[in-house]
């Protein structure tokens, strides 16, 4: 079963409306026609909400699909700062990033928080980008399996039949790995992959989890991101750092479209 490669920048809260524009004209120079790329490697765009506009507009037409980085999970309400998955649809957004560990950390995002959040998006027609991943202390005692299989499991409980049968993605980001040059090795990645992959049979089935994309996030880039790729369970990545730059990310997306 090949799945098709998944690439996803996170901008976190980076660029303005200029240099996003800037961004999308070069990787457009970079890799020419970006609908036919995206017929083979499917890329997305996690941008601040100050950037939907202008990201939906430059990627008008090319099949990349612009994310949010967040939401809220109740329709609308006193949630001041907040945005719905309703809101999002009516950004013209693909979908959101949700439960990314600096969430997490800095903004008490739990995991029945991010089960709610990926059952709004899911209902609204959205994609879920839902973050797992353990911590360095975690690795360090053996516990990187029960830490992931909580988060995911515990997200799940909160998301209700309708929105189970929705397209999802999974991204694996070991918290010790994101923003720190410290990458996973690619047997570190696809061991916990593949533990995810069966986490996926277990609920959805194993012709689901067979098509559901699992991405690995923690300081990839151009230079490690081929062998990370090439490991089976291993459909694509979660990228900070090397997504800021059209140079460094389009050489990612150019490595993905060699596994096509
Ligand atoms: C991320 O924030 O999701 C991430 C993986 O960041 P970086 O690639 O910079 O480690």
Wanted: charged share 20%.
């Amino acid at each position: 079963m090949t799945r098709k490669k998944f690439l996803a920048g996170n901008w976190k809260m980076q660029k303005n409306r200029a240099e996003a524009s800037e961004f999308f004209q070069s990787f457009t120079r970079i890799l020419g026609n970006l609908s036919d790329v995206t017929r083979v490697v499917d890329i997305a765009f996690g941008v601040p909400a100050t950037l939907f506009d202008v990201s939906v507009k430059c990627a008008m037409g090319s099949g990349v699909k612009i994310l949010a980085q967040n939401v809220h999970f109740e329709k609308q309400g006193a949630f001041t700062g907040e945005l719905s998955a309703g809101m999002l649809v009516d950004a013209s957004l693909a979908g959101s990033i949700i439960g990314h560990s600096e969430r997490r950390q800095y903004f008490a995002e739990n995991d029945e928080a991010v089960g709610k959040k990926w059952n709004a998006l899911a209902l609204a027609g959205l994609l879920p980008v839902v973050c797992v991943g353990e911590t360095k202390a975690e690795r360090e005692h053996g516990k990187t399996n029960d830490i992931v299989t909580t988060q995911f499991e515990a997200a799940l409980s909160q998301v209700s039949t309708e929105a189970k049968g929705k397209e999802f993605v999974v991204a694996y980001e070991p918290v010790w790995a994101i923003g720190t040059g410290l990458t996973a090795t690619p047997e570190q990645a696809e061991d916990v992959h593949k533990m995810i992959r069966g986490l996926l049979a277990k609920h959805f089935g194993k012709e689901r989890a067979e098509v559901t994309r699992i991405l690995y996030g923690g300081s990839m880039n151009a230079a490690n991101c081929a062998e990370l790729l090439q490991k089976p369970n291993i459909d694509g990545g979660l990228v900070g750092g090397a997504s800021l730059k059209p140079e460094d990310f389009s050489k990612m997306v150019q490595a993905a479209q060699n596994f096509h």
